[in-house]
């Protein structure tokens, strides 16, 4: 029953939180959309723990009005990119795991859209200092293993999630997969064109981010050239990429 797939500019995009697809594959994200693709980004937490370090005060509301701030700043970001629209889940920020619910909704979200390509987050940590503090947060893991999971086979199997068949969610094959991210990297997007929309969209996570990103927006670009060097390419985002 598995339909057959044609070809279709749609891309699904799934992280833990807000800003992470802005630092992962935003240029990436801003070249597909410039391209006529239709990007979704779905956002698996509500960003309710991405409040300041030395905060003592973390009660119910002001958690509430952290998920507003960064949902606003989400959508600007989304904008600065040319995605199509964001969908939140909204599990809680910092409890997230790699549940069949979690999977289910991904599924849901890759039945919707027909999603062509997927891009998520590596599921595997990377055991390299500089990059450690990212790639060991278990939202990150979390999302990641549900995401693949859901990629392969549940999205395009009717045998998975039967419910979501009589909802009208048919079964439905992503055919790219990227990940940022991995321990292998084969594959990189060249972003020099898109690297301006990539730093607008970074600025909007004021929250998390702060108003003076100089210094950010330059170790950025740096991180772009370096991996754009291998490839030949003057900028670039890579990923491990993987054809279903």
Sequence with gaps: MTEQ??????????????????????????????????????????????????????????????????????????????????????????ELTPTLELRREIVRQIRRTRAYRLVCQSPDR?????????????DHLAAAQAAMAAVYPAAQNPWDFPEL??????????KELYVVGAPLINH????????????????CHVSQLGTDQTKLAERVRTWAVERGEPYGLPMAETFHRVEN
Excluded at 11 to 35: K, Q, R, S, Y
């Design 5 to 94: 797939v044609n070809d279709r500019k749609t891309a699904l995009v799934v992280v833990a939180h807000p800003d992470d697809a802005e630092f992962g594959c935003g240029g990436t994200i801003a070249a597909w959309a410039n391209e006529g693709w239709q990007v979704t980004l779905v956002v698996c937490t509500d960003g309710s723990s991405g409040g300041p370090d030395e905060a003592t005060d973390v009660r119910t509301e002001l958690r509430r009005q952290l998920t507003a701030t960064r949902k606003q700043e989400q959508a600007e970001a989304a904008k600065a990119l040319g995605i199509h629209e964001v969908v939140f889940l909204d599990y809680p920020d910092g």
């Design 126 to 138: 990377v055991w390299e200092p500089q990059y450690m503090i990212g790639r060991f947060h278990p």
């Design 165 to 174: 068949m009589a909802e009208g969610f048919l079964p439905s094959r992503v």
């Design 188 to 203: 990189a997007v060249d972003i020099s064109a898109t690297i301006e929309q990539k730093l607008a969209a970074l600025a």
